[in-house]
């Protein structure tokens, strides 16, 4: 993937790339790195910078949330092996 950022064209404002890949955790994290890399080399604007941040700050909750599901249903799964084989031994 390239480092090069595509302003998208909106009214004379400098903004985020047209595309920042976010379907995993990896490229989400590889494009919030690279909208911070433009921000502090001056390629895009304070506002666009604060509102992809925030975004990209909903989105880490749901991935947070759906890792959080998945762990619980590990657990689940567990103990419901556990109890299956304690109930096999009696």
Request: glycine share 6%; no cysteine; proline share 3%.
């Amino acid at each position: 993937m390239s480092d090069k950022l595509i302003p998208a064209k909106r009214r004379g404002v400098v903004s985020a790339p047209e595309r920042l890949p976010l379907d995993t955790l990896e490229h989400a994290r590889r494009s919030l790195a690279r909208v911070i890399k433009a921000y502090y080399s001056n390629k895009i604007d304070e506002s666009v910078y604060r509102g992809v941040v925030y975004g990209m700050t909903a989105l880490l909750a749901y991935f947070k949330a759906g890792i959080e599901l998945e762990e619980l249903k590990q657990v689940e799964d567990r103990l419901s092996e556990l109890e299956k084989r304690e109930g096999n031994d009696e």
